[in-house]
């Protein structure tokens, strides 16, 4: 794969750059088509955190369909560089901020602002997803109360959570990706 497009938007039918090496699993343009069909009517003007960002494909693509903000999160020095040089090439990053932090310890502290949404797509078979949603738990603040977390998975690393304040509320099955959409309860 020479690189994942960009579906809709102003950017429509850029490609963006991979990052080097297989340290990264870009989403592919099917899950990400049918993630952006379920948020798309609630992304204008919405706040978007992209954790674990990677290539930065599915922030751009929220940056492209009207996000007023989105901020992107990854630890590795190859992956900001790439989500970077897709933002200029995209001319999308005026509304961007890109940082190599890790996400985890990012989400167990204070948040400095409440995103509508959280996008988590760590690397498989470590956990992360669900310690991300842990986090997150614990750490409400970080989503708007109608904010909704979206998990992408593989099916076969997925657990039961016991979560006080998020509920699962949907989840969608793609071939072997599984996207699970939480929300705060009582929201």
């Given at each position: 794969?020479?690189?994942?497009r ?5 950017a429509r ?13 870009p ?6 088509e ?15 955190l ?11 693509e929220?940056?492209?369909r ?52 959280i ?41 039961p ?11 969608r099955?793609y ?8 929300r705060?309860?009582?929201?």
């Open positions: 794969m020479s690189g994942i960009v579906i809709a938007g102003t039918g850029r490609r963006l750059n991979l990052v080097p090496g297989d340290s990264t699993r989403i592919t343009d099917r899950v990400k049918n993630l952006f069909n379920i948020i798309g009517p609630h992304i204008v003007r919405a706040s978007f992209d954790l674990f960002a990677g290539t930065g494909g599915v922030g751009i929220a940056l492209s009207g996000a007023a903000y989105v901020r992107f999160l990854d630890l590795d020095r190859r992956a900001i560089r790439t989500i970077r040089d897709n933002l200029q090439l995209t001319g999308l990053d005026g509304a961007a901020e890109v940082l190599q932090r890790d996400a985890l310890s990012v989400l167990r502290n204070e948040r400095d602002r409440a995103f509508d949404f996008f988590i797509a760590p690397p498989q078979y470590k956990g992360m997803w669900a310690e991300s949603l842990r986090c997150l738990d614990e750490r409400p603040g970080w989503l708007e109360p109608d904010g909704w977390a979206i998990a992408q998975i593989d099916p076969k690393e997925e657990a959570l016991a979560l006080e304040r998020l509920e699962l509320f949907d989840e099955m071939g072997n990706t599984k996207l699970n959409f939480y705060l309860k009582f929201a």
